[in-house]
Each structure stands twice: as structure tokens, then as C-alpha cells.
């Protein structure tokens, strides 16, 4: 199907483990973003990739790395994961990142570190 | 902190209600969208109200935008249980070189038959 889709939807992890989180869309957009959801803080943007090969930091970046070696993936790594991250994650797309350009999200994933 | 906030946190009514929710936000905008979320899904795109805008309409939802003020408000008209869902106002700043979105932390909203 088309749009923009995420993997796993539900991860249990332990404190230490590395975790990679998947977006895939399949839109061709330029633009995709990885945000976090926690109570009370609304998203919050972690990494943001303008194009292929292109990343850069959101509001939260500490703990994770970010690639996007071909346009339509976007992976999320944990890579030594912490309680403290214990959320849920949404990946998005938009065509350009112009100011006018509507983000298109993931159905999310749900992960809990114990 | 959240450049977007939220008022109020929480709102019950009933079908056939209106529903108003207020946002506002701390600096320069040049753009204020909301989105809807419903439960364990992702966000979606309502609508946007660019600065110079101060009303807009999209079916039975009504914009509002008073930047002297630094707020916006979403008005849903003749509500559904559908509607049922948290609402997210999301600011673009006039800072951000970029589409950079700002979400405040959400109005919960229940609609119940």
C-alpha cells in the first residue's frame, strides 16, 4: 500500500540494547522527520532529513542516529537505549519542508525499555 | 519549552455540540496548522491558517488566527463521536528556514452519543 508506514509497531527492549526503528513511504517526498510522543510534551522533533544522505538535528537528538541513504527510508537507531526513552516514535514526510507543506505520518511505534 | 499550548487539556460534550479548542504560541508564526490524532493512530493534517489570515473554514471546522494576541482557535461545528480524538495546533516560526513544526501538547477531546 501506499503512504508512509513504520516498523515495528510495538518493541520491548532493555536498557543497553540497541534498537533501529523503520520508516519506509513510498511518496518520493524530500522531506522526512522522526518525533517523539511523551505525555504531556506533544511531539517533539528529533532528526529531520532534508534528502537522500542528508540529516540534521530536531529539539531532542541525544541517543539517537539518524540515516538515509536512499530517499524512501528513514531508520531510527537507539543506539544504547535508556529508560528515559521508553515512547512512542512517529515518523513523517512532506514533499518539499516548505512552511505551507502538510506532514504526512506514520501509524507510529510503540517502544518500552525495561 | 512548547512555543504551542493547548486549552483546554481535556473536553467532553456531546454529539450535536460545538467544540472550541485555543492554542497559542510565543513568537513570530508564519503558519499555524492543526492536526487530529486519534487514539493509537498518527497525526493528521486539519488545516493551516498562514499570519495573514485571520479565518478559515474546512467543512464543519472554523480557524481562527489573532496574532496581536498570539492565539488561534478550532471551532468544530455539530460534533460526531468520530470526532473523538486528541487535536495538536502546530506552529511554523518565521525564525525556521524550514517547514519546522512546533507542537504543543494537545487537546483531548471525547465526543460521546
Known amino acids: 500500500d501506499a503512504g508512509i508506514t513504520q516498523s515495528p509497531r510495538y518493541k520491548i527492549t532493555e536498557t543497553g540494547r540497541q534498537v533501529t526503528l523503520m520508516c519506509h513511504q513510498t511518496w518520493s517526498h524530500s522531506y522526512m522527520f522522526w518525533y517523539r510522543q511523551d505525555l504531556g510534551h506533544g511531539l517533539r522533533l528529533i532528526y529531520y532529513?532534508?534528502?537522500?544522505?542528508?540529516?540534521d538535528k530536531g529539539e531532542v537528538p541525544d541517543g539517537y542516529v539518524v540515516s538515509r541513504s536512499k530517499t524512501e527510508n528513514f531508520p531510527l537507531t537507539l543506539e544504547s537505549a535508556t529508560r528515559s526513552q521508553t515512547s512512542v516514535y512517529f515518523c513523517?514526510?512532506?514533499?518539499?519542508?516548505?512552511?505551507?507543506?502538510?506532514?504526512?505520518f506514520g501509524p507510529g511505534t510503540r517502544l518500552t525499555v525495561l | 519549552s512548547q512555543q504551542g499550548e493547548e486549552d483546554p487539556q481535556a473536553l467532553s460534550i456531546q454529539e450535536g455540540e460545538n467544540a472550541t479548542m485555543n492554542c497559542s504560541y510565543k513568537t513570530s508564526i508564519n503558519n499555524l496548522q492543526w492536526y487530529r490524532q486519534n487514539s493509537g493512530r498518527g497525526l493528521v493534517h486539519l488545516i493551516l491558517?498562514?499570519?495573514?489570515?485571520r479565518e478559515k473554514h474546512s467543512g464543519r471546522l472554523r480557524v481562527t488566527l489573532d496574532t496581536s494576541k498570539k492565539s488561534s482557535s478550532l471551532l468544530i461545528t455539530a460534533s460526531r463521536a468520530a470526532d473523538t480524538a486528541s487535536y495538536f495546533c502546530?506552529?511554523?516560526?518565521?525564525?525556521?528556514?524550514?517547514?519546522?513544526?512546533?507542537f504543543g501538547a494537545g487537546t483531548q477531546v471525547v465526543v460521546t452519543p
Open positions: 532529513s532534508a534528502a537522500a544522505d542528508i540529516t
Open positions: 502546530a506552529t511554523v516560526m518565521t525564525t525556521d528556514s524550514w517547514g519546522k513544526l512546533q
Open positions: 513523517a514526510s512532506s514533499f518539499t519542508g516548505l512552511s505551507t507543506d502538510t506532514q504526512y
Open positions: 491558517i498562514r499570519s495573514n489570515e
